[in-house]
């Protein structure tokens, strides 16, 4: 389903978890930062900037990470997957032309931009960006699953 998406933000709802997607405003540089290295990747005008909140959370919370990213270019820290904090990140986030939503990995571990920790319920999920707009697939009627716009 083609959803289309200015400078609004889309909220995707499950019943107890979310994604809130944005797009990039203009061509910048992410910085991805692992224990052991830094990788830059390039994200375009119009990519997606998607935050996951695997267990709810507040929307004014997800908001500011996203803002974080699309307008100030804040760099992203990658945790080892053993690394205790990975348990107290109640919300990560992802940028790039396509993001798939999965629930077997570990939250703040993966510098590979393409995919975000989610709950079960969003896992089904993918999201591209598409001129004016994000293709969603995976949302089929009937699912406990809900979109709007903040």
């Known amino acids: 389903m083609k959803i289309p998406l200015g400078s ?21 540089v992410l910085c991805i930062e692992t224990s052991d290295r830094e990788v830059c990747q ?3 005008k119009g990519d ?20 974080l990213v699309r307008t100030y270019h804040q760099p992203l ?5 053993k690394h205790p904090g990975t348990k107290r990140l109640k919300m990560v986030v992802s940028a790039g032309p396509d993001i ?4 077997d990995i570990v939250r703040g571990t ?13 896992s089904k999920i993918s999201l591209y960006a598409c ?14 699953i809900y979109t709007s716009y903040v």
């Open 100 to 103: 798939v939503p999965r629930c």
């Open 77 to 81: 820290l990658v945790l080892p997957k």
């Open 48 to 67: 997606l900037i998607v935050v996951s909140a695997p267990e709810g959370g507040e929307i004014d919370q997800a908001r500011m990470i996203l803002e």
């Open 8 to 28: 609004d933000l889309l909220l995707i709802k499950g019943s107890s978890s979310f994604l809130l997607v944005g797009k990039a405003d203009e061509l910048f």
């Open 110 to 122: 993966h510098p590979e931009q393409n995919v975000i920790c989610a709950s079960d319920e969003l």
């Open 131 to 144: 001129d004016g707009g994000v293709i969603a697939e995976g949302i089929e009627s009937g699912d406990d």
């Open 42 to 44: 390039t994200v375009e």
